[in-house]
């Protein structure tokens, strides 16, 4: 699936080729949180890195995160430098790989059939995490990929058992 994005001032637009367009995953992470997570979370998308097409790349502005350790987060949060917008995170670690926040999505994205909220272990005091059959959480990352995830929704099985790719 082809996802179209932009940010809110639309000087930066973008497409990229996607085989994970379901926005499932919640992370309540500090740095999605304050970043990016109106709600208390950030949404990321997978996307095909070489499919990555941009117009308005002189406003594209990147940040490199602090950690806890005071290092520098080797994660690019790229991002509009007229409006703010966030638009998607990129590490060297996987390079085939961009990760665009469900947020500066403008193609219409299929309703995912459960929600996995993760890194619950540092979202804000005011953020409820909802429960019930269509919720899993974990207070760190998952073991399940974001693509075993999408394969066991597109096979039909249960998106909610935690699997090792």
Not at 46 to 63: F, P, R, T
Not at 135 to 164: L, M, R, T
């Amino acid at each position: 699936m082809i996802l179209e994005g932009s940010c809110h001032c639309r000087a930066v637009r973008f497409s990229i080729e996607s085989d994970t367009p379901y926005p499932y995953q919640r992370c309540y992470c500090s740095i999605c949180r304050k970043t990016q997570g109106g709600g208390g979370y950030a949404v990321n998308l997978m996307g095909w890195a070489d499919s990555l097409k941009v117009e308005g790349k002189e406003h594209i502005n990147i940040y490199h995160a602090r950690i806890e350790d005071g290092s520098q987060s080797p994660v690019e949060r790229h991002f509009c430098g007229k409006c703010g917008s966030a638009l998607w995170v990129y590490h060297d670690k996987w390079p085939d790989l961009m990760h665009p926040f469900a947020s500066a999505i403008d193609t219409a994205l299929p309703v995912p059939p459960e929600t996995v909220h993760i890194m619950t272990e540092f979202k804000a005091e005011w953020v409820e995490i909802p429960e019930g059959p269509e919720h899993v959480s974990f207070s760190g990352y998952p073991n399940k990929s974001i693509e075993v995830w999408h394969d066991s929704v597109i096979s039909g099985a249960s998106g909610s058992e935690d699997q090792s790719r």
